[in-house]
């Protein structure tokens, strides 16, 4: 019998360009490392008013560097990103509030489908350029992800629950108290032993206190099973 799985947290949220990337590398190994990742929507505005942090692109030499480092990072993960026309409004101004409640609304009842409508929702921000504030936008993104419409609709009239709201809070306060001042957080459970590792270029030193061999951010599938 072989070693169970480890338990991998990763806290998001798709108003941050670099948890898309560390989501997409993840999900590239869920099936290649030994672990058992679990996605967890947060809300990046509550960490970084907790911990008294401030978005980078508020300062002008992290906002150049912010262009460069994404078209970077871009061809080298091999991930669609592209910075919005209306940055500050997109990103400073909108939020993404009611994005992150569909997304705890989704893990609460189709946990399923909880990646698939996250990609579609960082496609529509950090890809296309399109909304994902308005109620229509986030119900094309859960559609285009796979949902039926009325899936969709049921979910999106939950974002206002107590029970929507009291997660996303309580998920956003998790991150906080392994230590979080920004996102993408990845937690690692092993062996008794809780690793809090912040950023999307932390998965070489996953794969170190995971055991586990590093492949690059573009791993070779597995192979199929007969």
Same mark, same amino acid.
């Not at 009842?109 to 990646?115: A, I, Q, S, T």
């Not at 921000?125 to 986030?138: F, Y």
């Not at 974002?159 to 108290?177: D, G, H, P, Y």
């Given at each position: 019998?072989?070693?169970?799985?480890?338990? %991998?947290? &990763?806290?998001?949220?798709? !108003? +941050?360009?670099?948890?898309? #990337?560390?989501?997409?590398? *993840?999900?590239?190994?869920?099936?290649?490392?030994?672990?058992?990742?679990?996605?967890?929507?947060?809300?990046?505005?509550?960490?970084?008013?907790?911990?008294?942090?401030?978005?980078?692109?508020?300062?002008?030499?992290?906002?150049?560097?912010?262009?460069?480092?994404?078209?970077?990072?871009?061809?080298?993960?091999?991930?669609?990103?592209?910075?919005?026309?209306?940055?500050?409004? %997109?990103? &400073?101004?909108?939020?993404? !509030? +009611?994005?992150?409640?569909f #997304?705890?609304?989704?893990? *609460?009842?189709?946990?399923?489908?909880?990646?698939?409508?996250?990609?579609e929702?960082?496609?529509?921000?950090?890809?296309?350029?399109?909304d994902?504030?308005?109620?229509?936008?986030?119900?094309?993104?859960?559609?285009?992800?796979?949902?039926?419409?009325?899936?969709?609709?049921?979910?999106?009239?939950?974002?206002?629950?107590?029970?929507?709201?009291?997660?996303?809070?309580?998920?956003?306060?998790?991150?906080?108290?392994?230590?979080?001042?920004?996102l993408?957080?990845?937690?690692?459970?092993?062996?008794?032993?809780?690793?809090?590792l912040?950023?999307?270029?932390?998965?070489?030193?996953?794969?170190?206190?995971?055991?586990?061999?590093?492949?690059?951010?573009?791993?070779?599938?597995?192979?199929?099973?007969?």
């Amino acid at each position: 019998m072989g070693a169970l799985p480890r338990t %991998v947290e &990763l806290f998001y949220d798709v !108003l +941050s360009p670099y948890s898309w #990337l560390g989501f997409e590398v *993840l999900c590239r190994y869920k099936h290649l490392w030994n672990m058992d990742l679990q996605l967890r929507p947060s809300l990046i505005a509550g960490i970084m008013k907790d911990s008294g942090n401030s978005p980078p692109a508020l300062l002008p030499r992290k906002a150049q560097y912010l262009n460069v480092d994404l078209k970077n990072l871009r061809e080298h993960l091999q991930v669609p990103i592209y910075i919005p026309k209306d940055f500050f409004n %997109v990103i &400073l101004q909108k939020g993404s !509030l +009611s994005a992150m409640r569909f #997304l705890t609304a989704v893990n *609460l009842e189709y946990p399923e489908m909880l990646e698939k409508v996250s990609r579609e929702l960082w496609m529509r921000v950090w890809s296309r350029d399109e909304d994902i504030t308005e109620p229509q936008s986030i119900l094309a993104a859960a559609e285009k992800a796979g949902m039926s419409a009325e899936q969709a609709t049921q979910l999106l009239e939950k974002i206002s629950t107590v029970k929507v709201k009291t997660l996303l809070r309580e998920t956003t306060e998790a991150a906080c108290r392994y230590g979080a001042f920004g996102l993408p957080v990845t937690v690692a459970h092993v062996d008794d032993q809780t690793h809090m590792l912040f950023g999307s270029d932390r998965m070489e030193l996953l794969a170190h206190l995971l055991g586990e061999k590093w492949m690059g951010p573009v791993p070779p599938a597995p192979a199929a099973k007969l």
